[in-house]
């Protein structure tokens, strides 16, 4: 199959990564397979290794909706799938249906946040979309009136596999002013409102002073100076280490003892797979698809949005006790690479777009 893969720009988030790992697996399993993006450049351009791409900004606008030459690049391609991923190549996903008629144009919902008109305005005129939690598909049938069958369900896939070396990370522990006792608490992701670090850090202050812990922030985002000025201000210090952004995040999960999520909006969360896959349990806020990523009272617990004394309570077992946090950690590695195993996610859109061509 000839597929191309529409995404704005390659900035470092989970959608973007995703597209880059869906990318090079069409490419290895033989298909002419290129990215048209609409800006240059990105955290992750330099991942683009020997992908064919196609840049249709001349030079950085900054403006992530613009894409000049669009469908005329699509055209000239004749594409047999072409598949829009993120916010702004979905805004575009039914222009592209409509002009490019021979093409099968599938859609993607992967973010916890309302759609947008351009979004919704598409849909109906799409020939799939595929959605990457049984939550996010309910919300298109639901709320936005999508038929059952032109909505399939493939769950995200590991982006940084687990390498077979599990040993501690004690030297990055130690350059960040953990020591071995130190229970480390670790959040991935960009600094945007609605990823609510703050809500971590407001429930870092309610938690015991005489226990030994410290709350690690991977990401850069617009909230991000806000988060470290409410960590001082509520006299966190040097629990709080913001660790900025990380191309690999991989060395981290092996440094960190647990994985905290406070989202109020998520589709499927990359950061919770990963970290289950290198032996993370997890406690997180119930936002749209945590509940599909992690086995509740096997690899970490679930609890209500915004309800910081439960957050806590749930909290504080794991940080206290290392033999449940073996526990768990055990059974997340397990549970995370076999459900989100990347080589297998990736034939899975195979497999759909091969049957809707049918």
């Known amino acids: 199959m000839k597929i191309r893969i529409v995404q704005d720009f390659l900035r470092s988030g989970g959608t973007e990564r995703q597209t880059l790992l869906l990318a090079h697996a069409f490419q290895a399993a033989g298909h002419d397979t290129a ?18 791409h196609k840049i249709l900004q001349p030079f950085d606008t900054r403006q992530n909706w613009f894409a000049p030459g669009l469908v005329r690049t699509l055209r000239a391609a004749a594409p047999d799938i072409i598949v829009c991923m993120g916010a702004m190549a979905n805004c575009c996903a039914g222009h592209l249906q409509k002009k490019l008629p021979r093409a099968l144009v599938s859609g993607t919902m992967r973010g916890g946040k309302p759609l947008p008109w351009l979004i919704r305005r598409s849909l109906p005129h799409l020939d799939h979309i595929v959605a990457n939690s049984a939550e996010a598909s309910e919300v298109l049938q639901r709320d936005h009136g999508v038929h059952p069958d032109r909505v399939s369900v493939i769950h995200n896939a590991l982006v940084f596999p687990p390498q077979t070396d599990t040993t501690r990370n004690h030297a990055l522990r130690t350059q960040h002013g953990a020591a071995p006792e130190t229970v480390v608490l670790l959040c991935v992701g960009m600094f945007r409102p609605e990823k609510n670090q703050r809500a971590l850090i407001e429930l870092a202050a309610t938690l015991p002073k005489t226990l030994d812990w410290q709350l690690w922030f991977v990401g850069e985002g617009i909230a991000r100076p806000a988060c470290m000025e409410l960590g001082q201000r509520l006299g966190l210090g040097d629990r709080l280490r913001f660790l900025g952004f990380q191309t690999d995040p991989a060395p981290l999960y092996r440094a960190a003892d647990l994985a905290v999520l406070a989202s109020k909006a998520e589709s499927l969360s990359n950061f919770l797979i990963e970290a289950q896959a290198h032996g993370l349990p997890v406690v997180a806020a119930d936002a749209r698809g945590v509940s599909e990523c992690i086995q509740p009272g096997v690899t970490g617990e679930v609890v209500p949005a915004g309800d910081i004394p439960a957050h806590r309570a749930a909290l504080l077992p794991y940080i206290e006790d290392a033999a449940l946090r073996a526990r768990a950690g055990a059974a997340a590695v397990l549970f995370a690479r076999q459900a989100f195993e990347p080589t297998r996610q990736a034939r899975a859109y195979l497999d759909l777009f091969e049957k809707l061509r049918k």
């Open 35 to 52: 990215l048209v993006l609409f800006r240059p450049g990105g955290a992750l351009f330099p991942r683009l290794g020997n992908l064919p």
